[in-house]
């Protein structure tokens, strides 16, 4: 690891407290009696208090930087997937019309389903980068599961590009941290029948329309789409 992967480890380290509306727990690190109120360790057995007391401290420090490493890199992923969008905007609005050829030149349109490819346009573009603002305002102010497939995509756009940074940078973040993290955020998620090519598992999504004109629209009452992407 060079100089600047240390410099950008203790950078996501500082971010890690940014991101507020996803605790560390849920990121994947278990929690340990003495970072616990006392109400709190009453909803634990006291054989399940003691088996998370018996941690190794070390071990214990190493999920914890870990742990931390990945909220900040989820915070630092959050800006870049904004930005990136904003180029890709840019990118597009200098075309007449979009094509797989251009969609595969950008930095994230291109990591959405490539069967639609062809309605990935400016308009497109800017309705996506409103939800994708939203959904990364929920990792603030406390999350709350996607309520659309367009939603549910700029989160795996967010994960795209949190790896992005992982393998550049080789850091050293918890195992598996993507499936863990994706099953915390798109649990059960509709938007996985997107990426297969398989008709049984498009099918068994049930009621859930799949069709790009449903990508904006709210999965059931109750769920939300910022009013500029749903129109």
Same mark, same amino acid.
């Given at each position: =690891? ?33 970072? =616990? ?14 088996? =998370? ?6 071990? !214990?420090?190493?999920?914890? !930087? ?19 969008? +904003? ?23 291109? @990591? ?11 308009? +497109? ?30 989160? !795996? @756009? ?53 069709? +790009?004109?449903?990508? +904006? ?15």
């Amino acid at each position: =690891m060079s100089a600047d992967d240390d410099d950008i480890t203790e950078d996501l380290l500082a971010d890690a407290d940014k991101l507020t509306g996803l605790g560390l727990e849920l990121l994947g690190l278990d929690p340990h009696p003495d970072d =616990m109120t006392a109400e709190q360790r009453l909803q634990f057995d006291p054989e399940d208090l003691e088996e =998370m007391a018996a941690v190794d401290p070390e071990e !214990r420090r190493k999920a914890l !930087r870990q742990t931390r490493l990945l909220a900040g890199l989820l915070w630092n992923s959050s800006s870049i997937l904004i930005d990136q969008l +904003f180029r890709d905007l840019g990118t597009l609005s200098g075309l007449e019309s979009g094509t797989a050829a251009n969609i595969a030149g950008t930095s994230v349109l291109s @990591c959405l389903p490539p069967q639609f490819a062809a309605n990935y346009d400016a308009k +497109f573009t800017r309705k996506f980068i409103v939800v994708a603002s939203d959904v990364t305002a929920s990792l603030v102010r406390g999350w709350t599961a996607p309520g659309s497939l367009a939603a549910e995509l700029a989160v !795996r @756009c967010l994960l795209d590009q949190a790896e992005i940074t992982e393998d550049i940078y080789e850091l050293d973040l918890p195992e598996d941290w993507r499936a863990n993290v994706q099953e915390v955020l798109l649990e059960d998620a509709d938007s996985d029948a997107l990426y297969s090519d398989d008709d049984d598992t498009r099918a068994a999504t049930g009621a859930v329309q799949l069709g +790009f004109e449903h990508w +904006f629209k709210p999965f059931a009452p109750g769920d939300t789409v910022p009013p500029y992407a749903y129109s």
